[in-house]
């Protein structure tokens, strides 16, 4: 209490700082006191969990009376600075620094005051399940935390005291909110954990129960609403929601989209709605995108109204729940996921195959759009427009995909097929070809059986014409697969011809990958096959051989029909013409070099045909001879059915024209040749010279294929040098002599004079008659 003096110089206007300095030292002192008495207090209630609530009633009525006392002697300070502002200004401005420290500290008493009365307040909802309520204690006891925290020199002992309890009693109500939802949203499993198991489907079980479905011992417990309000006033409903979301997806939406037979079943009880699956037999392999959309939109008309419609409170003040939409939030959660699985195994597998088939789309497209806007009514979407429907809505871009992907996995099945299951081409051989009319007959398109090379007769002069074979494949075996691809090529360019301009060049470049996809697979998946197989070596020769014969005309027969684009003399195959050429060429010269390397082996064994008196001898000359007419014959059977007979013939004359020169060179290098190796050697000649031709007999009686296996040497060189040295080893000097004829005859044609004065020296002994016979060979 101020004396009369004061109060009189007070009233006079004189003021005496003097007396004010005591009492703000002495406001100062019971600030500190207090403060010191709230820290112990808190101290002793968050760090030793004493009860003093009654020491922190009578602390908060303090703090208040010295509120008071301090606000009256700051308006006072003022009044008399402003007044007196010459007597004593910088007395007065530290006093009144002095003060707002002060009133630092009592705003941060308040806010603890605050905070333990929002903790308070907190607990008693708690117990009374008051969620909500509960939340928002808490938060505002947050916001308190958050002001101490953000003013600097507060003992941090306490902060961190305060910081552990606000993190503690969070972590009470949630674990208390998570206990509820439990009781409230229950998921029911089978003991399997294979959830791609139709089985596990059927005996999943989701339960949403409503408002008065517990009933517990201290009264009802909470509406769902009420604990997803709570979670949302703490900031965990995108994380409960997103939970939830996750476990929807996995087992309930994902297996309706992906099992065609699964269908939901809603079953209304008392207090309870339960979701679960029942089976319907189908043969469909994919469901289709009408059926699976209803299926999804039951299941979210029922989340929506049992779970989803949350009332918003008006009496609610927090914002975090002012603008609460629960179907928009958990559709964003889990649309993506979603629409990526509703495209990935549903909408792909309805793309049409065929583009007549294009038109019916449409009443998917319009399916999928009625799907969003129910979604958009439930408010699971916004009002954007989605990937789904941008999806469905680009099917000429997916068509064409769909079929070009189809296509080159077709043709790679026909690629890794077995090789060896053949058919025969001949000239009259049909295969499905699309007949084009010219562009002016666009509307007359057929299909027809046209002959493999799809050439008719080509007039050359007004009275002179090809043969209508002339430009056709030759006769032979080709696999069942290369017939079936080139097949496929025709149809997939005859589909380009009435699709789209996009589609149309996706199209053609799906058939050039096929060929290409041929080039780069077939050789490398049945490498084996063909190196060690010879007929399977002859059949990719002609394999290839057919590819390239029809890319020859197979741009040209489409080139007019095709989309704009493609008409500038982009739409050809020839390029690749030479490279399919050559692929099969190696192929199979790769398998003669090996044949070859095997007769050279086996007639590396018959010991140079030299001392043929010698029994050992010439049981391994003729056991050698004997070998390479057999293989020789095992090529002719696998081969002759299978090579067109200009080729065959050429490989198998390639193969015994390798036989019979290395057997012309082991025996022109010997140096001595006895009567009876003469006669034996004979022998073995005559072996090959009558055996050797059969290789070339027809196998059929047709008049072409004997007109070409009967010249035997034209695929045999050294057929005539061959019977040459037959003659020699059973002649005498003198016809030897007329044989050469003066270097004339048909001996100088089959041998040099050289090798001839050899296989004298060789065959006769030295006498006079021997030398006149070599002075003759000039």
């Known amino acids: 209490m101020a004396s009369f003096v004061t109060e009189v110089l007070a009233h006079s206007g004189r003021l005496e700082k003097e007396d004010l300095g005591t009492q703000i030292g002495r406001l100062t002192r019971q600030v500190e006191e207090v403060k010191g008495e709230v820290c112990s207090l808190i101290s002793k209630k968050y760090n030793e969990f004493l ?125 208390h909110l998570g206990e509820e939802w439990q009781k409230l949203i229950v998921w029911k499993f089978p003991p399997s954990k294979d959830i791609n198991n139709l089985k596990f489907c059927l005996q999943t079980e989701l339960h949403l129960c409503t408002e008065q479905a517990q009933k517990e011992e201290n009264g009802q417990a909470p509406p769902i609403s009420s604990v997803l309000l709570a979670f949302s006033v703490l900031g965990e409903l995108h994380t409960k929601l997103k939970s939830f979301g996750q476990m929807l997806l996995k087992y309930i939406l994902m297996p309706l989209v992906s099992q065609p037979s699964l269908h939901a079943m809603i079953e209304t009880q008392p207090n309870v709605t339960i979701i679960r699956f029942e089976s319907v037999a189908t043969d469909l392999e994919h469901p289709s995108p009408c059926e699976v959309f209803t299926k999804i939109r039951l299941i979210l008309e029922v989340l929506q109204k049992q779970l989803l419609d949350l009332p918003v409170n008006n009496d609610l003040e927090s914002e975090k729940t002012s603008e609460i939409i629960l179907p928009e939030i958990l559709g964003e959660l889990i649309w993506e996921d979603l629409s990526e699985c509703l495209i990935k195994n549903c909408l792909v597998y309805s793309i049409p195959t065929n583009s007549s088939k294009l038109q019916q789309y449409e009443e998917i497209i319009q399916s999928t759009e009625d799907f969003e806007n129910s979604l958009k009514e439930m408010r699971f979407l916004k009002g954007d427009t989605t990937d789904l429907l941008k999806y469905a809505r680009n099917i000429n871009s997916h068509f064409a995909n769909k079929k070009c992907q189809d296509v080159i996995v077709t043709a790679r099945n026909l690629m890794t097929s077995e090789i060896h299951n053949t058919v025969k081409i001949t000239s009259d051989s049909k295969i499905c070809v699309p007949d084009l009319p010219s562009p002016e007959e666009a509307d007359k398109l057929a299909v027809q059986k046209v002959s493999t090379a799809d050439y008719k007769e080509v007039n050359l002069e007004s009275e002179n014409t090809l043969d209508q074979h002339t430009f056709s494949f030759p006769t032979c075996r080709i696999s069942e697969s290369v017939k079936n691809l080139m097949e496929l090529a025709y149809q997939t360019l005859l589909e380009a011809t009435t699709s789209s301009d996009q589609c149309a060049v996706q199209l053609f470049y799906s058939v050039r990958n096929i060929f290409h996809l041929f080039h780069d697979v077939v050789p490398t998946y049945h490498k084996e096959n063909l190196q060690k197989l010879p007929q399977l070596a002859a059949i990719h020769h002609n394999n290839c051989m057919f590819i390239a014969h029809h890319l020859l005309t197979l741009g040209h027969q489409f080139r007019s029909r095709l989309a704009p684009i493609l008409c500038d003399g982009t739409t050809t195959f020839v390029d690749l013409v030479p490279g ?194 070599l002075a003759k060979i000039k």
């Open 51 to 175: 009860p003093s609530m009654q020491s922190a009633q009578d602390l908060v009525a303090q703090v208040d009376k010295l509120s008071e006392d301090i606000d009256q002697l700051k308006s006072r300070i003022e009044r008399e600075v402003r007044r007196d502002l010459h007597v004593s200004t910088a007395e007065f401005t530290d006093l009144k620094h002095q003060l707002d420290r002060d009133l630092v500290v009592l705003s941060l008493l308040k806010q603890l005051q605050e905070f333990s009365t929002a903790i308070e307040e907190y607990n008693c909802a708690l117990t009374a399940k008051k969620y909500v309520t509960a939340a928002q204690h808490l938060e505002e006891a947050q916001k308190c935390l958050q002001l101490i925290k953000s003013r600097k020199y507060f003992d941090l002992k306490i902060l961190k005291s305060l910081s552990m309890e606000f993190t503690v009693q969070k972590q009470n109500i949630l674990y």
């Open 580 to 773: 399919f050429r050559r692929l099969g060429t190696e192929c199979f010269l790769a398998q003669l070099r090996a044949q070859k390397g095997e007769l050279l082996e086996r007639l590396s064994s018959a010991r140079n045909f030299s001392n043929m008196d010698d029994e050992e001898n010439y049981s391994a000359a003729s056991k050698a001879v004997r070998q390479v007419l057999h293989q020789l014959k095992r090529l002719g059977i696998v081969w002759q059915d299978v090579l067109p007979v200009n080729i065959y013939c050429k490989a198998m004359g390639t193969l015994l024209n390798t036989a019979i020169a290395e057997i012309i060179g082991r025996i022109t290098a010997l140096e001595d040749i006895s009567t009876e190796d003469g006669d034996r050697l004979y022998s073995l000649c005559k072996t090959v010279m009558d055996e050797g031709p059969q290789v070339f007999a027809p196998l059929s009686e047709d008049s072409k294929n004997r007109k070409y296996q009967e010249e035997v040497p034209v695929y045999v060189p050294k057929w005539m040098p061959f019977k040459e040295l037959m003659m020699m080893l059973q002649a005498n000097l003198q016809e030897i002599g007329d044989r050469w004829a003066d270097g004339k005859g048909p001996l100088a044609a089959a041998f040099s004079s050289s090798e001839v004065k050899a296989l004298i020296r060789a065959l006769f002994q030295n006498t006079e008659r021997r030398a006149a016979a």
